[in-house]
């Protein structure tokens, strides 16, 4: 089990009635310390004023919300016209804040989850509504069945798959439930019945293995639920690959094209490699959402050096995770710049099923440093090879309308994609480096 930690995160506002206490805290006034007697006043006047209802926009939203819906060539639903103001609501405010149907709630807590109930695909959405099998996972029963990769699912229990059904999942259902799926499969001459048991789906974010005698390899993808549950339990095979702890001599942490996820997740892996110091703080403008991070003792690895590798797609939680070693000198840095995603969103639910994912706070790193539309810089810097050299699509800077951030540096350009083995060899050498220079007596 993870360790406690020193302070906690909220990442969800329950209901309606959280959503509106949510917002009616950041109407709370903070009376700077050497304000003069007449700012509170201002001060609780402006607040007052900014927590009133725009009676007068919300008539001019009645209004063409009215002419849309009697005058307009073709009818338009009022859900579809009530879902595309609230869209509009959150479009013009940063690039992660935005407004998520059922269906697309639902996969963000899967996601964030590692777990579903469902058959175990990687699938495509097809525009006539059948459902393209990118890939059956490992071990699932979609797996088990004889599902295969480029079968195309056009209809489930009988009943054929049209794009009206696209939010609503049919492969997903309770564990144990059956389901039979009609395939088209290349080169067969007619579709096949395949009959399918649900089963609950886990997706594992850690992998890891030896690289050398006393040199491990341990892989991060993206922080879920039981992300630190798994890293606790990876390192712990690890040393026992090595023969014990002793034997571990270091570590190559890689969280290249690592999004993020649970920022929890990632303190909680910062704190079993730290025995102490910041990890990281949030600041928002409501005051629920300013708080700190601190290790606890006791340090998994044993002090045995770490070596954090990242890329272009490292963002969010991963940046956390990679600054917050660094700014504690626990660890290095290898690879390219990172992404430079230093917000933090709260998932804020619905009462029919939707939710609205809001940009409530930045993150500072354990130096005090906002990481956002900046990234990390790598203490040592890798570039991509000849034909496997991919730059970076984009970053939290070059994103249309993001939060400027307080390190952003107009003209500094885009990170590398570093892909293959060839990052993780150049990091092992690193960490070679680093377990040469210990003092004898620390060598192991």
Same mark, same amino acid.
């Not at 917002?23 to 009376?31: E, G, I, S």
């Not at 088209?184 to 579709?191: F, I, N, V």
């Not at 571990?248 to 890689?254: E, F, K, S, T």
């Not at 601190?294 to 003792?297: H, K, Y």
């Given at each position: 089990m993870?360790?406690?930690?020193?302070?906690?995160?909220p990442?969800?506002?329950h209901?309606?009635?959280g959503?509106l206490?949510f917002?009616?805290?950041?109407?709370?006034?903070?009376?700077a310390q050497d304000?003069?007697?007449?700012a509170?006043?201002v001060k609780a006047?402006?607040?007052a004023?900014a927590?009133k209802v725009?009676l007068?926009?919300?008539? %001019?939203y009645?209004?063409?919300f009215?002419?849309?819906k009697?005058a307009?060539?073709?009818?338009?639903?009022? %859900?579809k016209?009530?879902?595309s103001?609230?869209?509009?609501?959150l479009?013009d405010?940063?690039?992660?804040?935005?407004?998520?149907?059922?269906?697309?709630?639902q996969?963000?807590?899967e996601?964030?989850?590692?777990?579903y109930?469902?058959?175990?695909?990687?699938v495509q959405q097809?525009?006539?509504g059948?459902?393209?099998v990118?890939?059956?996972?490992?071990?699932?029963?979609?797996?088990?069945?004889g599902i295969?990769?480029?079968?195309?699912?056009?209809?489930?229990?009988?009943k054929?798959?049209?794009?009206?059904?696209?939010?609503?999942?049919p492969l997903?259902?309770?564990?144990?439930?059956?389901t039979?799926?009609?395939?088209?499969?290349?080169?067969?001459?007619?579709?096949l019945?395949?009959a399918?048991?649900?089963?609950?789906i886990?997706?594992s974010?850690?992998r890891s293995?030896?690289?050398?005698?006393?040199?491990?390899?341990l892989r991060i993808?993206?922080?879920?639920?039981d992300?630190?549950n798994?890293?606790e339990?990876?390192?712990?095979?690890l040393?026992a690959q090595?023969?014990?702890?002793?034997g571990? %001599?270091?570590?190559?942490?890689?969280l290249?094209s690592?999004?993020?996820?649970?920022l929890?997740?990632?303190?909680?892996?910062?704190?079993?490699?730290?025995e102490k110091?910041?990890i990281v703080?949030t600041?928002g403008?409501?005051p629920?959402?300013?708080t700190a991070f601190?290790?606890?003792?006791g340090?998994?690895?044993?002090g045995?050096p770490?070596?954090?590798?990242?890329?272009?797609?490292?963002?969010?939680?991963?940046?956390?995770?990679?600054?917050?070693?660094?700014?504690?000198?626990?660890?290095?840095?290898?690879?390219?710049r990172?992404?430079?995603?230093?917000?933090?969103?709260t998932?804020l639910p619905l009462?029919?099923?939707?939710?609205?994912?809001?940009?409530?706070?930045?993150?500072?790193?354990?130096?005090?440093?906002?990481i956002?539309?900046?990234g990390i810089d790598p203490?040592?810097?890798?570039k991509?090879d000849?034909?496997a050299a991919?730059?970076?699509?984009?970053s939290?800077?070059?994103?249309p309308g993001?939060?400027?951030?307080?390190?952003e540096t107009d003209?500094?350009?885009?990170g590398?994609v570093l892909?293959?083995?060839a990052p993780i060899?150049?990091?092992?050498?690193?960490l070679?480096k680093?377990v040469?220079a210990?003092?004898?007596?620390?060598?192991r």
């Open positions: 993870s360790r406690p930690l020193s302070a906690s995160f990442f969800r506002v209901g309606l009635a959503l206490a917002a009616a805290c950041a109407a709370v006034p903070a009376m304000a003069k007697p007449a509170p006043a006047s402006a607040d004023d927590g725009p007068e926009e919300i008539r %001019r009645v209004n063409v009215n002419a849309v009697h307009y060539v073709e009818p338009v639903e009022d %859900r016209l009530m879902q103001a609230i869209r509009g609501l479009f405010l940063d690039p992660h804040s935005t407004y998520l149907v059922r269906s697309d709630a996969a963000f807590d996601d964030a989850n590692g777990a109930d469902g058959i175990g695909v990687e097809q525009p006539d059948s459902i393209l990118i890939a059956p996972i490992d071990d699932t029963p979609a797996a088990r069945a295969k990769p480029g079968d195309v699912i056009v209809a489930v229990d009988g054929p798959l049209t794009p009206e059904q696209a939010d609503s999942n997903r259902g309770e564990p144990g439930s059956k039979v799926l009609t395939v088209q499969r290349e080169g067969a001459k007619k579709p019945e395949i399918v048991q649900r089963d609950t886990r997706v974010s850690v293995r030896m690289l050398e005698p006393g040199y491990a390899y993808s993206a922080f879920q639920a992300t630190a798994d890293f339990a990876h390192v712990d095979k040393q090595a023969g014990g702890a002793a571990l %001599r270091g570590l190559v942490l890689d290249r690592n999004p993020g996820g649970l929890t997740s990632a303190v909680q892996v910062a704190d079993d490699l730290l110091g910041g703080s600041r403008r409501n629920v959402a300013d601190s290790a606890t003792p340090d998994r690895m044993r045995a770490v070596v954090v590798l990242v890329d272009a797609g490292s963002a969010s939680a991963s940046e956390v995770l990679a600054a917050a070693l660094r700014d504690n000198q626990r660890a290095q840095v290898v690879g390219s990172t992404f430079g995603k230093g917000s933090v969103q998932v009462d029919n099923g939707d939710a609205v994912k809001l940009t409530t706070a930045r993150y500072y790193t354990p130096s005090g440093r906002s956002q539309a900046r203490d040592v810097v890798l991509p000849g034909a991919r730059p970076g699509e984009y939290e800077a070059a994103l993001h939060l400027r951030g307080d390190q003209g500094v350009g885009v590398d892909e293959g083995e060899t150049a990091a092992l050498a690193v070679k680093q040469a210990l003092p004898a007596a620390d060598r």
